[in-house]
Structure formats: structure tokens, C-alpha cells
């Protein structure tokens, strides 16, 4: 699984042995397997977002944290977001970079070691057709693509892009007891190709979600959005890609 957000926290105990750069013994190799456009060459999360969404992905320590939804997946990742927000280039330069992953200077680009489902726990809550390009480049590399829908509900018309795609999930917040959150976003489709269509396309946990931190190597939290419903879904894609190849 591929993560564009604010980055990991690669020690993390929840989340290091799923690290597709560790080697064991406290080994890493980071070629093919993290990118950050402003040239950082070891993986780190300024901003905690990333290393949620990627616990709730496939963490689990071994332990009592089981945090993950497809614990047995390695996850790769790249740094599309400087902080809580995120630029267009930044975003850009990731989403090509999934497609064919380099060394950390940028040399010998291997599309063979691109990773079957990207995860972007981000978007804009307005109708942007920037990213489209980027996401069919992924679906004829036959990348699974999954975007948050966004947190500007509980109107309607409020979904965001990229999730509104048509050729991306997009998926909503659900609380603990299975209703939909009230911040989630929601349709219709704001795609002018598929005018009608509905969004999200399916919801999933979204609401004080318990996952990694990026503070220490042993630190969880709650936190909530429909950055934290996209993971469980991409969790759930890997879970199905891993039955049936």
C-alpha cells in the first residue's frame, strides 16, 4: 500500500516491521520506498496525519495495539503534504512517483515496485480537476486509487476532489454506532463526466479512530475525519486483493 499524506513515522512499533524498507536488525533501506519533493531522504511525519492513516491501514505491534486492517501488507510512502496542508506540485510530484518509485536521488525509476492500492487522506472541498490525470495513470498501471471525500458535511454537494472522481473511491466517515458522521461530506457527484452519480462511494470508520502517532514509537491517539474512513478502506481492498490476486 502506497501513502501520499504528511509523511510516517517509520520506527513506530505499530509500524515498522510493515516498513517494505526494513531489513531487520534495525537495518532500512529507504530507496523505492519513501519520497519527499523537498529532498528529505529518511522518512519522518512532521504532522502526525500520516502515520494515523497508515496504522489504521496495517498497523499492529505484535501486541495489544492490532490497529491495522490488513496487518500483513508492507506500506511505502511519499511526503505530498508539508504540514496540514498540502501543494498541487508536492501532490503532483508524489502521485508520479507511486507510478514508478526511484532511488532517493531520483535516478533508476522501477515501475515494477509500485504498490498495488494508494491511499489520500486528502482533497480540496471544491471541484478541482487538477489530479485527474494522475489517478487514470494509476488505474492503467492497475493501481487501486482511494481518497477521503472530504469533512465539509452534512450538506449536500459537498463532496471533494479528487474523491469525486469517477475513477476514484471515495469514501465517507461512519460514527461507532454505523450512522454517518455528521462532518462527512456527501453528494452528489460534482464529476461534469458523471453528473449523476453518487458520493462517497462506500463509508467506512471515520470517528475518534484509535491509531499510531508520530510523536514516539509507542504513541496512539483518536482522531477523527474521513482521513481515517479511507484507510479502513484501503485496508479492506488489500484484504481482498491478498484472497483473490
Same mark, same amino acid.
Given at each position: 500500500?502506497?501513502?501520499?499524506?504528511?509523511?510516517?513515522?517509520?520506527?513506530?512499533?505499530?509500524?515498522?516491521?510493515?516498513?517494505?524498507?526494513?531489513?531487520?536488525?534495525?537495518?532500512?533501506?529507504?530507496?523505492?520506498?519513501?519520497?519527499?519533493?523537498?529532498?528529505e531522504t529518511t522518512p519522518f511525519d512532521n504532522?502526525?496525519?500520516?502515520?494515523?492513516?497508515?496504522?489504521?491501514?496495517?498497523?499492529?505491534?505484535?501486541?495489544?495495539?492490532?490497529?491495522?486492517?490488513?496487518?500483513?501488507?508492507?506500506?511505502?510512502?511519499?511526503?505530498?503534504?508539508?504540514d496540514y496542508w498540502c501543494t498541487d506540485v508536492?501532490?503532483?510530484?508524489?502521485?508520479?512517483?507511486?507510478?514508478?518509485?526511484?532511488?532517493?536521488?531520483?535516478?533508476?525509476?522501477?515501475?515494477?515496485?509500485?504498490?498495488?492500492?494508494?491511499?489520500? /487522506?486528502? $482533497?480540496?472541498? %471544491?471541484?478541482?480537476?487538477?489530479?485527474? *490525470?494522475?489517478? #487514470?495513470?494509476?488505474?492503467? @498501471? !492497475?493501481?487501486?486509487?482511494?481518497?477521503?471525500?472530504?469533512?465539509?458535511g452534512p450538506g449536500c454537494a459537498t463532496v471533494? /476532489?479528487? $474523491?469525486?472522481? %469517477?475513477?476514484?473511491?471515495?469514501?465517507? *466517515?461512519?460514527? #461507532?454506532?454505523?450512522?454517518? @458522521? !455528521?462532518?462527512?461530506?456527501?453528494?452528489?457527484?460534482?464529476?461534469?463526466?458523471?453528473?449523476?452519480?453518487?458520493?462517497?462511494?462506500?463509508?467506512?470508520?471515520?470517528?475518534?479512530?484509535?491509531?499510531?502517532?508520530?510523536?514516539?514509537?509507542?504513541?496512539?491517539?483518536?482522531?477523527?475525519?474521513?482521513?481515517?474512513?479511507?484507510?479502513?478502506?484501503?485496508?479492506?481492498?488489500?484484504?481482498?486483493?491478498?484472497?483473490?490476486?
Amino acid at each position: 500500500i502506497g501513502s501520499i499524506d504528511t509523511g510516517v513515522r517509520y520506527t513506530h512499533e505499530a509500524l515498522i516491521r510493515q516498513y517494505r524498507g526494513w531489513l531487520g536488525n534495525g537495518r532500512f533501506s529507504h530507496h523505492y520506498n519513501w519520497f519527499d519533493p523537498n529532498g528529505e531522504t529518511t522518512p519522518f511525519d512532521n504532522a502526525g496525519h500520516g502515520t494515523h492513516t497508515v496504522g489504521t491501514m496495517l498497523g499492529d505491534d505484535g501486541g495489544d495495539y492490532q490497529i491495522g486492517v490488513a496487518p500483513g501488507a508492507t506500506w511505502i510512502a511519499a511526503k505530498g503534504c508539508a504540514d496540514y496542508w498540502c501543494t498541487d506540485v508536492d501532490l503532483a510530484l508524489s502521485g508520479q512517483w507511486m507510478l514508478a518509485p526511484t532511488r532517493l536521488d531520483g535516478t533508476q525509476p522501477d515501475p515494477s515496485r509500485r504498490p498495488h492500492i494508494i491511499n489520500n /487522506s486528502w $482533497g480540496a472541498d %471544491a471541484w478541482d480537476p487538477f489530479y485527474q *490525470a494522475i489517478v #487514470s495513470a494509476w488505474r492503467a @498501471a !492497475g493501481i487501486y486509487p482511494v481518497f477521503s471525500i472530504g469533512n465539509a458535511g452534512p450538506g449536500c454537494a459537498t463532496v471533494g /476532489s479528487p $474523491g469525486t472522481y %469517477a475513477t476514484a473511491l471515495g469514501v465517507g *466517515a461512519t460514527t #461507532s454506532s454505523d450512522q454517518i @458522521a !455528521g462532518f462527512s461530506s456527501r453528494g452528489p457527484s460534482r464529476d461534469p463526466g458523471t453528473p449523476s452519480a453518487i458520493k462517497p462511494d462506500l463509508s467506512a470508520p471515520g470517528q475518534s479512530v484509535l491509531s499510531a502517532l508520530a510523536g514516539d514509537d509507542n504513541e496512539y491517539g483518536l482522531l477523527s475525519g474521513t482521513s481515517m474512513a479511507a484507510p479502513h478502506a484501503a485496508g479492506a481492498v488489500a484484504l481482498i486483493w491478498s484472497a483473490n490476486p
